[in-house]
């Protein structure tokens, strides 16, 4: 990783090998008693892992990241888990950083928003430098949060991102709906909308943020618009007409 970031720590395995073949080294002179030279020939596959351990991970990360690229194209999500599963060089010999962001990635995909927050939250912790993670992992925090309805944590990680990164609708209609949830900040929750409406790209996603809307309204106690909204997109499969009931109360009328 360039080291204009803070950079993750040292894989453990790699780390191991050198002090495990003089463990092995030792145990073939003092226990089995083989001469000196035959013995220490048995550290020659650990040295050999030791050089080749970076490569090995390197190129293990690179196939499966193309490898995650084609089966996420393909609708073939399943495959995740059994994909990294056969990252072996990966998994021993990459920064734990790495593997745990990829373990996240796979958890996301796999619809277990817990086992990715688990798995960003290790790869953040990874990094001396909080300010170094890559945004790619804050992201995936922020996401796995938003899904478990966690909104404090999802709101100061959204916000995060977008500070470096600048306007993303998707990010910001994430955003809003936290605050909305929590009723703060609505009008910077109702704004974002705004700027998310204006990239919508189907009327499916133009309702829901008309939906995510009227939930900031009703918050507001503007409980006439929030119904009108209902009643206009109240036919959407969306869990925002659950949500949006509740708040306003009908489901106890």
Not at 6 to 17: C, G, H, K, T
Not at 112 to 126: C, I, K
């Amino acid at each position: 990783m360039a080291r204009g970031r803070a950079e993750p720590e040292p894989p453990v395995a790699r780390a191991a090998l050198i002090p495990l073949s003089l463990v092995v080294v030792f145990l073939l002179m003092y226990w089995v008693e083989l001469p000196f030279f035959v013995a220490a020939s048995a550290s020659i596959p650990f040295l050999l892992a030791f050089l080749l351990a970076p490569v090995w991970a390197r190129r293990s990360t690179e196939r499966f990241d193309r490898d995650v690229v084609r089966l996420l194209t393909s609708d073939r999500k399943r495959e995740l888990g059994s994909r990294l599963r056969r990252a072996v060089g990966m998994r021993l010999f990459a920064p734990p950083a790495w593997v745990a962001e990829r373990r996240g990635l796979v958890a996301s995909e796999s619809g277990a928003p817990a086992e990715a927050r688990r798995a960003y939250r290790r790869a953040m912790q990874s990094y001396e430098d909080p300010e170094g993670v890559p945004m790619q992992v804050l992201l995936g925090y922020a996401h796995a949060s938003y899904a478990l309805g966690d909104d404090p944590e999802s709101i100061r990680a959204y916000r995060k991102v977008l500070a470096v990164q600048g306007p993303m609708p998707r990010l910001e209609r994430n955003l809003a709906h936290a605050l909305i949830r929590r009723g703060e900040d609505l009008l910077q929750a109702l704004s974002l909308l705004d700027r998310a409406e204006s990239q919508a790209r189907s009327d499916d996603e133009r309702g829901e943020i008309a939906l995510l809307r009227a939930l900031g309204e009703a918050k507001r106690g503007r409980r006439a618009t929030a119904k009108e909204a209902l009643r206009t997109h109240g036919d959407l499969d969306s869990p925002l007409v659950a949500e949006l009931r509740e708040e306003l109360g009908l489901d106890r009328e």
